[in-house]
């Protein structure tokens, strides 16, 4: 029966055999689709605008097609990166290659043309003849072939063995390496074998801060970068009456931007309690995890809410990072308010104030509370006892010191804040935003970059948003394992990112920086 209607109609006007074809062009494509093979960037919602869900390349994607232009990388230069940890390939004094931090302020990028050539002494990367399949810098003509394929790197032996540079652990391939661990060819291995190329240009704006302050000193008994941006910045101050613009209505200053993971309607809760305590709507942008759209009944909910601009993303677990960055991308106006989808305004976030000191002061950003007032405090990078790099939080640290803006004394000058803050949209995107490099534990990354740029932060304890969650706790193991293993990778390439080796917090009894305990001796406004 399907045979004669087809032929009935199509078949009248078209050849037989262009109706086959026909039909199984339509079969192949909708296979394709069916197994993702095609990306089609559909998706949501508002009433009066459909948002598409952009494609771009996220940092989980082979973070350069080499392959597109050969001709190109015989010009660019790349870091390469072993993926999990997020350290990099370095040519050690004797000519190996070992694994050292991504470190802005060194040359370790090579030219990739099939082969690797050092930047520095234009050698090529080839095997170590006193340990064969360590890989050191020879002669160019002694070079190996290296191909890009699925995120390895790998090489042909004659013999048709396949092999990909790994990291060690002792002789075998690792990813989880030590600093000066040996690079080798390897048996091909995930994660200990997946490689990311990061283009130099790309690399040096991502790893802007840790190029902030320059120093030859850089913290005497331990040496990294992010111990010269130890920034602090001055106080914030007053601007000219005749510099300031005033905004005369929130809705044309401010967007709220949220990141969500296929919680809208926690979204819309927040959206209501921004309309009833501002007596109006703020326009939002929400970042949801995709690929799949939600249900009818949720897309005519957010209808309700035509400020919001949703967009679900082209796949799932996009990230904190890449999430907001995408939303603060999109967003016009001069200010936003970063919020969790948890969040729900109350009577005293005093959105019109936080307008008002970014109006009329230097300020970048205006922290609110949460739940905890212990989690807002300075940060410093410091040598630890051993005498490595490792960065410190100073637990209630803004609340103890006290340095109340002279002008607005209820807002503490301060490093950290909570998640809910306003911000200058510019200033925020000057310093490259969130890192799309980390999933989790962006949180203390974008306010470093803000320290080391010299931005002014203050925290405001009277500006109040609730943190009220779903509710239920998460019970299966396995999810709970892989949530903790993200995590675990995550604080790792936190801590590569910054070139450093730890991270902790202090109590008041632990300090011991001597700017911060001279701090903490008097509770007086200052001025610089």
């Given at each position: 029966?399907?045979?004669?209607?087809?032929?009935?109609t199509?078949?009248?006007?078209?050849?037989?055999?262009?109706?086959?074809?026909?039909?199984?062009?339509?079969?192949?494509?909708?296979?394709?689709l069916?197994?993702?093979?095609i990306?089609?960037?559909i998706?949501?919602?508002?009433?009066?605008?459909?948002s598409?869900?952009?494609?771009?390349?996220?940092?989980?994607?082979?973070?350069?097609k080499?392959?597109e232009?050969?001709?190109?990388n015989?010009?660019k230069k790349?870091?390469?990166?072993?993926?999990?940890?997020?350290?990099?390939?370095?040519?050690?004094?004797?000519?190996s290659?070992?694994?050292?931090?991504?470190n802005?302020?060194?040359?370790?990028?090579?030219?990739?043309?099939g082969?690797?050539?050092?930047?520095?002494?234009s050698?090529?990367?080839?095997?170590?003849?006193?340990?064969?399949?360590?890989?050191?810098?020879?002669e160019?003509?002694?070079?190996?072939?290296?191909?890009?394929?699925?995120?390895?790197?790998?090489?042909e032996?004659q013999?048709g063995?396949?092999?990909?540079?790994?990291?060690?652990k002792?002789?075998?391939p690792t990813?989880?390496?030590e600093?000066?661990a040996?690079?080798?060819?390897?048996?091909?291995t995930?994660?200990?074998?997946?490689?990311?190329?990061?283009?130099?240009?790309?690399?040096?704006?991502?790893?802007a801060?840790?190029?902030?302050?320059?120093?030859?000193?850089?913290?005497?008994?331990?040496?990294?970068?992010?111990?010269?941006?130890?920034?602090r910045?001055p106080?914030a101050?007053?601007?000219?009456e005749?510099?300031v613009?005033?905004?005369?209505d929130?809705?044309?200053?401010?967007?709220?931007?949220?990141?969500?993971?296929?919680?809208p309607?926690?979204?819309?809760?927040l959206?209501?309690?921004?309309?009833?305590?501002l007596q109006?709507?703020?326009p939002?942008?929400?970042?949801?995890?995709?690929?799949?759209?939600?249900?009818a009944?949720?897309?005519?909910?957010?209808a309700?809410?035509?400020?919001?601009?949703?967009?679900?993303?082209?796949?799932?677990?996009?990230?904190?990072?890449?999430?907001?960055?995408?939303?603060?991308?999109?967003?016009?106006?001069?200010?936003?308010?970063?919020?969790?989808?948890?969040?729900?305004?109350?009577?005293?976030?005093?959105?019109?104030k936080m307008?008002?000191?970014?109006?009329?002061?230097?300020?970048?950003?205006?922290?609110?509370?949460?739940?905890?007032?212990n989690?807002p405090?300075?940060?410093e990078f410091?040598?630890?006892?051993?005498?490595?790099?490792?960065?410190?939080?100073?637990?209630?640290?803004?609340?103890i010191?006290?340095?109340?803006l002279p002008?607005?004394?209820?807002?503490?000058?301060c490093?950290?804040?909570s998640?809910?803050?306003m911000?200058r949209?510019?200033?925020?995107?000057?310093?490259?935003?969130?890192?799309r490099?980390?999933?989790?534990?962006?949180?203390?990354d974008?306010f470093?970059?803000?320290?080391?740029a010299g931005?002014?932060?203050?925290?405001?304890?009277n500006?109040?948003v609730?943190?009220?969650?779903?509710?239920?706790t998460v019970?299966?193991?396995?999810?709970?394992?892989l949530?903790?293993e993200r995590?675990?990778?995550?604080?790792?390439?936190?801590?590569?990112?910054?070139?450093?080796?730890?991270?902790?917090?202090?109590?008041?009894?632990d300090?011991?920086?001597?700017?911060l305990?001279?701090l903490?001796?008097?509770t007086?406004?200052?001025t610089?």
């Amino acid at each position: 029966m399907f045979n004669m209607n087809l032929r009935g109609t199509i078949g009248q006007r078209l050849p037989l055999f262009v109706t086959t074809l026909l039909i199984f062009l339509t079969l192949f494509f909708v296979q394709k689709l069916i197994r993702g093979d095609i990306n089609i960037p559909i998706i949501i919602i508002s009433d009066k605008t459909v948002s598409y869900a952009v494609k771009s390349r996220s940092f989980e994607d082979d973070s350069v097609k080499l392959e597109e232009s050969r001709e190109d990388n015989l010009t660019k230069k790349y870091r390469i990166q072993f993926f999990y940890r997020g350290r990099c390939v370095e040519v050690s004094d004797e000519g190996s290659l070992v694994v050292s931090f991504c470190n802005p302020t060194v040359k370790q990028a090579f030219f990739f043309n099939g082969t690797l050539q050092d930047e520095k002494t234009s050698l090529c990367v080839g095997l170590n003849g006193s340990t064969p399949k360590n890989l050191a810098l020879l002669e160019c003509s002694q070079a190996i072939r290296l191909d890009s394929i699925n995120g390895n790197l790998l090489h042909e032996h004659q013999t048709g063995k396949k092999s990909c540079v790994s990291s060690l652990k002792g002789d075998q391939p690792t990813s989880n390496p030590e600093l000066g661990a040996a690079v080798a060819l390897t048996k091909c291995t995930n994660p200990a074998s997946r490689i990311s190329f990061l283009e130099e240009g790309e690399f040096l704006r991502d790893r802007a801060a840790l190029l902030m302050n320059p120093s030859d000193d850089q913290g005497g008994s331990c040496s990294s970068p992010a111990l010269a941006a130890n920034n602090r910045p001055p106080m914030a101050q007053l601007l000219p009456e005749s510099q300031v613009e005033r905004c005369r209505d929130l809705s044309e200053c401010v967007t709220v931007v949220v990141k969500t993971a296929r919680r809208p309607l926690l979204v819309i809760r927040l959206a209501e309690s921004i309309r009833t305590v501002l007596q109006q709507d703020l326009p939002m942008i929400v970042i949801d995890d995709g690929p799949s759209a939600h249900s009818a009944e949720i897309v005519a909910q957010i209808a309700g809410y035509p400020n919001i601009k949703y967009v679900v993303a082209e796949k799932a677990d996009l990230g904190i990072s890449e999430g907001r960055m995408r939303g603060v991308n999109m967003v016009t106006t001069k200010y936003f308010v970063s919020m969790d989808d948890d969040n729900v305004v109350t009577e005293f976030w005093d959105a019109t104030k936080m307008v008002e000191l970014l109006d009329t002061t230097d300020l970048t950003l205006v922290g609110a509370r949460t739940d905890s007032m212990n989690w807002p405090g300075f940060m410093e990078f410091r040598c630890s006892k051993t005498g490595r790099p490792v960065l410190t939080q100073y637990i209630a640290s803004c609340r103890i010191a006290n340095q109340g803006l002279p002008f607005y004394p209820d807002c503490l000058r301060c490093d950290l804040t909570s998640n809910s803050f306003m911000a200058r949209t510019k200033d925020v995107l000057e310093v490259g935003g969130w890192s799309r490099e980390l999933k989790v534990f962006e949180h203390h990354d974008i306010f470093l970059r803000l320290k080391a740029a010299g931005k002014k932060v203050v925290w405001c304890p009277n500006f109040h948003v609730l943190n009220v969650h779903s509710g239920g706790t998460v019970k299966d193991v396995a999810y709970k394992r892989l949530r903790y293993e993200r995590a675990m990778q995550m604080r790792d390439r936190f801590l590569n990112h910054w070139n450093i080796i730890g991270y902790g917090h202090a109590n008041r009894g632990d300090w011991s920086s001597t700017w911060l305990n001279d701090l903490y001796t008097t509770t007086q406004h200052v001025t610089s």
